[in-house]
T-cell receptor, first 114, second 113 residues
């Protein structure tokens, strides 16, 4: 079964305390991406990765870091979280073939920064 | 500035009705237009996608209409059911490498029994 897992699912933290949200996939997809979802703004892309060791900025990368050392994992790192990073975060994978498009999103991580 | 503008923000229809959600974009380099369905507490799920070489695409009860000259595309849900009640997002991307995705702000659909 195709699966994207995120941990933790819920996190309350304080300003400045470094945190990592993990994302793991079992589809062997080369493409992975992180989004944040805020009311009235839809989803906004933070970072994406086209393959191992290949990452690039999305629309809202400020305050975030990523790494892609293995194909299956794509962690999101907040070195010094601030209250404006309180949001719902989704990891996603994708594969766009000649006949089928597949994209999977994780279940989400709700982050609150106090 | 939002690259993809979606309307309406919310929509209520009766069971069997045909809700229509509209999206507009400015960047003519976009050439891949997906729609996603999201239920409360879940991640979005890819529903259907269109490329601009066709003006319409159907998958089951879901249809995308695409108007390249107007830079608009819309989602129609035929014979809508209460189980279709969800938030729907349109998006736009680039087919040459599917790297960046730009989402609309979402439409909350309520299908009344």
């Amino acid at each position: 079964e195709a699966q994207v897992t995120q941990n933790p699912r819920y996190l309350i933290t304080v300003t400045g305390k470094k945190l990592t949200v993990t994302c793991s996939q079992n589809m062997n997809h080369e493409y992975m991406s992180w989004y944040r979802q805020d009311p009235g703004l839809g989803l906004r892309q933070i970072y994406y990765s086209m393959n191992v060791e290949v990452t690039d900025k999305g629309d809202v990368p400020e305050g975030y870091k990523v790494s892609r050392k293995e194909k299956r994992n794509f962690p999101l790192i907040l070195e010094s979280p601030s209250p404006n990073q309180t949001s719902l975060y989704f990891c996603a994978t994708g594969d766009w073939g000649t006949s089928t498009d597949t994209q999977y999103f994780g279940p989400g991580t709700r982050l609150t920064v106090l | 500035q939002q690259q993809v503008k979606q309307s309406p923000q919310s929509l209520i229809v009766q069971k069997g009705g045909i809700p229509i959600i509209n999206c507009a974009y400015e960047n003519t380099a976009f050439d891949y237009f997906p729609w996603y369905q999201q239920f409360p507490g879940k991640g979005p799920a890819l529903l259907i996608a269109i490329r601009p070489d066709v003006s319409e695409k159907k998958e089951g009860r879901f249809t995308i209409s695409f108007n390249k000259s107007a830079k608009q595309f819309s989602l129609h849900i035929m014979d809508s059911q209460p189980g279709d009640s969800a938030t729907y997002f349109c998006a736009a991307s680039f087919e040459y490498n599917f790297n960046k995705f730009y989402f609309g702000s979402g439409t909350k659909l309520n299908v009344k029994p």
